[in-house]
């Protein structure tokens, strides 16, 4: 009987390849919380480059 590996490096065709989520499922790590900075980094300079999509952003609820 061999057994087959549960995750695997390489992501299914069609499917994005998340490590972080990857990750997350393997070590049941639900409350875990990731910031993606280069995401977050890239963000910024497409609305600096377009202004008109910070009308289509959704801000996140204020910290008290």
Do not use: C
């Not at 995401?39 to 497409?46: G, H, N």
């Amino acid at each position: 009987m061999t057994n087959q590996p549960v995750y695997t490096a390489v992501a299914a065709e069609g499917e994005p390849q998340d490590d972080i989520s990857a990750l997350r499922d393997a070590f049941s790590l639900h409350a875990f919380r990731y910031v993606d900075i280069a995401r977050e980094e890239r963000l910024k300079d497409l609305v600096a480059r377009w202004p008109l999509l910070t009308e289509t952003v959704v801000s996140p609820p204020e910290r008290r």
